[in-house]
């Protein structure tokens, strides 16, 4: 099993529409999560942290279930730009100090 | 916000020759920075960290002769791709977490192609 697994999608979308990705991942001793985009032939970059708490920021909402050992961003009213892939990634999975990345869910948002 | 600069941002080198790539964390220090490598299509994949003043840990199936890692100082790594093959043409990118906080930094990557 994967340390971090994720729909690899593709996830094509309209603008406006409301779509949301899921995330698993094996460790439960894992310690900090993230949500990061990464936009064809560029370098990753932070999206979000995920928080036990759940937490939002604008039009993205993520949220972290310890329990189930399960993530999930949620982008409201999509637009064109968000078109990307997204990453879930966990500090701490499969070993110390590490941060580990799941392979991605592609979106493509479409006029 | 933090920087991580990589260096080059793209190289093409011949068969049997090897491949310097730097990391510089810019305005922070860096005691661990990671070194990823991304095939297209695919997922980052761990390659190993980097520990500043003592050896590298490496991933299960990374050859650690061939991918050499040195971390001198605290803002700088360097991964070496040593006698490189076509098979070693991937995107490799290195990242680097500040002291006390969750987020890590990525350099923008080094495009190796190996002809």
């Known amino acids: 099993r994967k340390e971090v697994e994720q729909d690899p999608g593709p996830f094509n979308v309209p603008e406006g529409a409301t779509v949301a990705f899921n995330c698993t991942y094996s460790n439960s001793a894992s310690q900090s999560f993230f949500w990061y985009r990464q936009d064809c032939r560029k370098e990753p970059k932070l999206l979000m942290s995920?928080?036990?708490s759940g937490n939002e920021d604008g039009r993205f909402t993520a949220q972290l279930n310890r329990a189930s050992q399960y993530i999930s961003l949620l982008i409201r009213d999509s637009k064109l730009s968000d078109s990307a892939t997204y990453l879930c990634v966990v500090f701490g999975a499969g070993g110390y100090n590490k941060l580990i990345f799941g392979a991605g869910t592609r979106l493509a948002v479409h006029p | 916000g933090a920087v991580v600069s990589q260096h080059p941002s793209r190289v093409i080198c011949k068969s049997g020759t090897s491949v310097k790539i730097e990391c510089r964390s810019l305005d922070f220090q860096a005691t661990t920075m990671f070194w990823y490598r991304q095939f297209p299509k695919q997922s980052l994949m761990l390659m190993a960290t980097s520990n500043e003043g003592s050896k590298a840990t490496y991933e299960q199936g990374v050859e650690k002769d061939k991918f050499l890692i040195n971390h001198a100082s605290l803002t700088l790594s360097t991964l070496t791709v040593t006698s490189a093959h076509p098979e070693d043409s991937s995107f490799y990118i290195c990242?680097?977490?500040?002291?006390?906080?969750?987020?890590?930094?990525f350099g923008q990557g080094t495009r190796l192609t190996v002809v």
């Open positions: 995920v928080y036990s």
């Open positions: 990242s680097a977490r500040t002291q006390g906080g969750g987020e890590a930094f």
